[in-house]
């Protein structure tokens, strides 16, 4: 079945630090890749996203491709900030599963530093 | 605009009590709709979607139930609920395409004590 792994936090950052969290997945079919972001006491909000392979989803300063051949999409983000401060899921959609099935990882826990 | 409203944002509850979260989306029609819980430290767990009007599945046996009495409203229950009930619930709809990524609500956070 699919599935996806995320690397166990928390992380902590110094402000302006470099930031990767890994992500990998199991599907059998041709899933679409997502990042999302949950601050404390709140839902999830999507930060990015991408649907086929090699493609690059950005948004706010974070990036992660998708990497078919290692079946990764890992997170990255040049220089964090404090505000960047949350837990991040990596997750996954098969559409061609037919269930339209959303798959999350455990989540990882960022926590920046001034 | 689409929009998700969940409620009640919090609620504690005795064990053995019944349960109700509602969870309603407006400037859509027939969407994907989606209950997940999210244990403390855990990730998040797929408890049921359901694609229209009275279509639930359920990806875990337990004592939680679903339904989706109109199409924009989705509703989780429990008739007893137990300790381990506890945790932040999240609803969520999914926008239209084959690529569509989940929108999700507040969340409600349950102790049952």
């Known amino acids: 079945g699919n599935s996806v792994t995320q690397m166990e936090g928390p992380v902590t950052l110094s402000e302006e630090a470099f930031l990767t969290i890994n992500c990998t997945y199991t599907?059998?079919?041709?899933?679409?890749l997502f990042w999302y972001v949950q601050y404390p006491g709140e839902g999830l909000q999507l930060l990015l996203k991408?649907?086929?392979?090699?493609d690059k989803g950005s948004n706010k300063g974070f990036e992660a491709t998708y990497r078919k051949e290692t079946t990764s999409f890992h997170l990255e983000k040049g220089s964090v900030q404090v505000s960047d401060s949350a837990v991040y899921f990596c997750?996954?959609?098969?559409?061609?599963?037919?269930?339209?099935?959303?798959?999350f990882g455990t989540g990882t826990r960022l926590k920046v530093l001034a | 605009s689409q929009t998700i409203h969940q409620w009640p944002a919090t609620l504690v509850q005795p064990v053995g009590s019944p349960l109700s979260l509602e969870c309603t989306v407006e400037?859509?029609?027939?969407?994907?709709l989606y209950w997940y819980r999210q244990a403390a430290g855990r990730g998040l767990q797929l408890l049921f979607y359901?694609?229209?009007?009275?279509?639930i599945s359920s990806e875990v046996p337990q004592n939680l139930s679903a339904s989706r009495p109109q199409d924009r409203q989705f509703i989780l229950s429990s008739k007893k609920l137990l300790l381990s009930d506890s945790g932040f619930y999240l609803c969520?709809?999914?926008?239209?395409?084959?690529?569509?990524?989940?929108?999700f609500g507040e969340g409600s956070r349950l102790t049952v004590l």
């Open positions: 969520a709809w999914r926008a239209g395409g084959w690529a569509g990524e989940l929108f």
């Open positions: 599907a059998t079919g041709y899933p679409s």
């Open positions: 991408a649907t086929k392979a090699d």
């Open positions: 997750a996954l959609s098969d559409p061609t599963s037919g269930t339209y099935k959303y798959i």
């Open positions: 400037g859509t029609s027939n969407p994907n």
């Open positions: 359901s694609v229209g009007i009275g279509q």
